[in-house]
């Protein structure tokens, strides 16, 4: 896909999270939009998968550690045709696949289940770890958080993969500087979070604005490119991105919206998508 | 009087690996840098290549051993008891319990038994915990022959499984040709009329050593091993329950949670009967030698016949 091509695909991803998380009265916008942009990049240019056959052994896996921005992630799948996107609508009810957080058991293309913070990084780590000692070339891709990095498990992990040299895993870290109690700077503050990352045998690209094709898209095929180490891509994002309301807010984090919003918010969308039309 | 061979569980655990590693290639095995003390340097002295050292981060090898086993891979997760079941919980129930994940939980150096590294590393709390995962299969071998054996059934096993093994080298109870393991069935070891002793672990043998002080006062107890926790053999208890009325629980645990708790779930929905359950009584444990601190909690042969002497 070309860069307005996926600009236009984020754009309706975006608007299947909002009406998913209306629908359910609950969920996650702020960080789900914030990643927008990197799901749809990972889903319709980066990786290696077949909706087809979403348990394909070769495929490329993906594991969203920060599970809470699941409407994010089944957006995105329902968009690039794993199950209908009119099911997005069901999000969280009582009796849908689509439960709360990611359940690898009952919705393709999950490849692990997720949500409680920091431990979907090790789980990637596993499967990165079992692609080398097989000699598989399938890769390794998982989304944390910026307030998800507070976790222990999170550098449990990177000493791992670091040590293991495993330069199939690509850790994304989706830097949108908010957490639930406010500013991740003002709650604990994990910068500097490069020198982290790199301090744990990683590569690590900075990439300045993360709902940006063009900058993830280099950051992207800078990883592919890197070899006898781990990447990781510490993309600035903006909470909430792409409705006006919600952005760099961590009130929107957990929050869903009332019909008001709501319009206000597919209008926003709406008026996007027709910008993008006019290029 | 023959010498009585003693071997112990972790000892098992180990062998069974390097034994079962040729048979399975798709076997890896995870240690929190304790490949020497959970005996699975046996495994890396064998298969080196499969054999993977995350270091001292429990949390974090559990969660290798859930990606690994979405790959294919059987993957057994050492360490012992207290940071297998304890420090890493919350990680054994999201990424390997509530997946149904293949993984292999490993863990030794289960109970009092641990000895004089005292109360820090001796978990009593394991099988409540794990017992309480949706989907999770607890078992508890009481010597060398089950332990190997139970390792075997984990594998032909999908999904995830508790395997508790012991440091103390205990006696070797089950060497005869007669003796089989299915996963999810007791044993009866011994009959007898007058009161059942439930018992797992190291205490299966203390059981039988506290059925023949019984027998000398012509109470005849029918003496029950019962290695896998869950699934109970809840058919085994309730007929036991009904033909001898009185029931007692043995374990090297608390007596909160864990095979008591198991066998009076059943039998207060279904038969209730009287039950003492002998076990760690609400206490942490504390430094010793394993053998003195097993005859001072009261698991060994004649402490357990003491207790249901006085309850009785």
């Given at each position: 896909m070309n860069i307005l091509e996926l600009q236009k695909k984020a754009n309706e991803i975006r608007k299947s999270i909002v009406t998913a998380v209306y629908s359910a009265k609950a969920g996650h916008p702020g960080g789900s939009l914030s990643a927008a942009d990197i799901f749809t990049y990972l889903y319709f240019e980066e990786m290696n998968i077949d909706p087809e056959k979403p348990d394909k052994e070769d495929r490329d896996r993906f594991v969203l550690s920060k599970g809470h921005t699941a409407p994010g992630l089944y957006s995105t799948l329902a968009?690039?045709?794993?199950?209908?996107?009119?099911?997005?609508?069901?999000?969280?009810?009582?009796?849908?696949?689509?439960?709360?957080?990611?359940?690898?058991?009952?919705?393709?293309?999950?490849?692990?289940?997720?949500?409680?913070?920091?431990?979907?990084?090790?789980?990637?780590?596993?499967?990165?770890?079992?692609?080398?000692?097989?000699q598989k070339d399938f890769r390794v891709y998982t989304l944390l958080g910026d307030g998800e990095i507070q976790e222990g498990q999170v550098w449990e992990a990177a000493m791992f993969a670091g040590h293991r040299q495993l330069d199939n895993l690509l850790v994304i870290v989706d830097n949108n500087g908010l957490q639930i109690d406010g500013k991740i700077e003002d709650v604990c503050s994990?910068?500097?979070?490069?020198?982290?990352?790199?301090?744990?045998?990683?590569?690590?690209?900075?990439?300045?604005?993360?709902?940006?094709?063009?900058?993830?898209?280099?950051?992207?095929?800078?990883?592919?490119?890197?070899?006898?180490?781990?990447?990781?891509?510490?993309?600035?994002?903006?909470?909430?991105?792409?409705?006006?309301?919600?952005?760099?807010?961590?009130?929107?984090?957990?929050?869903?919206?009332?019909?008001?919003?709501y319009k206000t918010a597919m209008a926003d969308l709406e008026k996007a998508g027709e910008a993008l039309c006019q290029k | 009087m023959p010498e009585i061979k003693k071997i112990a569980t972790r000892e098992s655990y180990g062998n069974a690996l390097a034994q079962l590693g040729k048979e399975y290639?798709?076997?890896?095995?995870?240690?929190?840098?304790?490949?020497?003390?959970?005996?699975?340097?046996?495994?890396?002295?064998?298969?080196?290549?499969?054999?993977?050292?995350?270091?001292?981060?429990?949390?974090?090898?559990?969660?290798?051993?859930?990606?690994?086993?979405?790959?294919?891979?059987?993957?057994?997760?050492?360490t012992f008891a207290m940071f297998a079941a304890g420090r890493a919980y919350e990680q054994v129930r999201n990424s390997i319990g509530y997946p149904q994940l293949n993984v292999k939980i490993g863990a030794t150096h289960a109970g009092i038994s641990v000895g004089e590294d005292g109360a820090t590393h001796q978990c009593n709390e394991d099988i409540a915990l794990m017992r309480t995962i949706p989907g999770m299969v607890v078992i508890n071998p009481s010597d060398d022959i089950e332990a190997k054996e139970a390792v075997r059934a984990a594998i032909s096993h999908q999904g995830p499984v508790y395997l508790r093994f012991g440091r103390l080298a205990t006696p070797v109870i089950h060497d005869h040709p007669d003796y089989s393991f299915t996963l999810g069935k007791g044993m009866v070891l011994r009959e007898g009329k007058d009161i059942t002793l439930i018992a797992t672990g190291l205490c299966v043998n203390s059981a039988?050593?506290?059925?023949?002080?019984?027998?000398?006062?012509?109470?005849?107890?029918?003496?029950?091993?019962?290695?896998?926790?869950?699934?109970?053999d809840e058919e085994l208890v309730l007929a036991a329950a009904k033909e001898t009325g009185k029931v007692v629980t043995i374990e090297e645990h608390s007596v909160i949670g864990g095979l008591g708790s198991a066998v009076c779930d059943v039998l207060c929905a279904k038969a209730p009967t009287q039950v003492l359950k002998i076990g760690i009584q609400d206490v942490f444990g504390e430094s010793g030698p394993a053998a003195s601190l097993i005859q001072k909690y009261k698991l060994d042969g004649p402490g357990v016949y003491e207790q249901v002497k006085a309850w009785i």
């Amino acid at each position: 896909m070309n860069i307005l091509e996926l600009q236009k695909k984020a754009n309706e991803i975006r608007k299947s999270i909002v009406t998913a998380v209306y629908s359910a009265k609950a969920g996650h916008p702020g960080g789900s939009l914030s990643a927008a942009d990197i799901f749809t990049y990972l889903y319709f240019e980066e990786m290696n998968i077949d909706p087809e056959k979403p348990d394909k052994e070769d495929r490329d896996r993906f594991v969203l550690s920060k599970g809470h921005t699941a409407p994010g992630l089944y957006s995105t799948l329902a968009h690039r045709g794993f199950f209908p996107v009119e099911d997005l609508k069901t999000l969280r009810s009582l009796g849908s696949y689509l439960q709360g957080h990611p359940c690898m058991q009952h919705i393709p293309g999950v490849d692990m289940s997720s949500g409680s913070l920091g431990q979907g990084i090790s789980a990637a780590v596993g499967m990165a770890l079992s692609g080398k000692m097989d000699q598989k070339d399938f890769r390794v891709y998982t989304l944390l958080g910026d307030g998800e990095i507070q976790e222990g498990q999170v550098w449990e992990a990177a000493m791992f993969a670091g040590h293991r040299q495993l330069d199939n895993l690509l850790v994304i870290v989706d830097n949108n500087g908010l957490q639930i109690d406010g500013k991740i700077e003002d709650v604990c503050s994990p910068y500097p979070i490069d020198k982290k990352w790199e301090a744990f045998q990683f590569h690590v690209i900075n990439v300045e604005d993360g709902n940006d094709f063009q900058q993830l898209k280099a950051a992207f095929d800078e990883a592919r490119e890197t070899k006898g180490k781990p990447t990781a891509i510490i993309a600035k994002t903006v909470k909430g991105k792409g409705v006006s309301f919600m952005e760099n807010s961590a009130a929107w984090h957990g929050v869903a919206p009332n019909e008001e919003e709501y319009k206000t918010a597919m209008a926003d969308l709406e008026k996007a998508g027709e910008a993008l039309c006019q290029k | 009087m023959p010498e009585i061979k003693k071997i112990a569980t972790r000892e098992s655990y180990g062998n069974a690996l390097a034994q079962l590693g040729k048979e399975y290639d798709n076997i890896v095995v995870l240690d929190a840098d304790l490949a020497g003390a959970t005996k699975t340097s046996i495994f890396k002295k064998a298969f080196p290549e499969r054999h993977i050292d995350c270091g001292i981060a429990e949390c974090n090898m559990a969660g290798i051993a859930a990606g690994l086993a979405t790959t294919g891979k059987i993957p057994f997760m050492s360490t012992f008891a207290m940071f297998a079941a304890g420090r890493a919980y919350e990680q054994v129930r999201n990424s390997i319990g509530y997946p149904q994940l293949n993984v292999k939980i490993g863990a030794t150096h289960a109970g009092i038994s641990v000895g004089e590294d005292g109360a820090t590393h001796q978990c009593n709390e394991d099988i409540a915990l794990m017992r309480t995962i949706p989907g999770m299969v607890v078992i508890n071998p009481s010597d060398d022959i089950e332990a190997k054996e139970a390792v075997r059934a984990a594998i032909s096993h999908q999904g995830p499984v508790y395997l508790r093994f012991g440091r103390l080298a205990t006696p070797v109870i089950h060497d005869h040709p007669d003796y089989s393991f299915t996963l999810g069935k007791g044993m009866v070891l011994r009959e007898g009329k007058d009161i059942t002793l439930i018992a797992t672990g190291l205490c299966v043998n203390s059981a039988l050593e506290a059925a023949d002080k019984l027998k000398k006062e012509n109470i005849e107890a029918k003496v029950i091993n019962i290695h896998t926790i869950k699934p109970l053999d809840e058919e085994l208890v309730l007929a036991a329950a009904k033909e001898t009325g009185k029931v007692v629980t043995i374990e090297e645990h608390s007596v909160i949670g864990g095979l008591g708790s198991a066998v009076c779930d059943v039998l207060c929905a279904k038969a209730p009967t009287q039950v003492l359950k002998i076990g760690i009584q609400d206490v942490f444990g504390e430094s010793g030698p394993a053998a003195s601190l097993i005859q001072k909690y009261k698991l060994d042969g004649p402490g357990v016949y003491e207790q249901v002497k006085a309850w009785i």
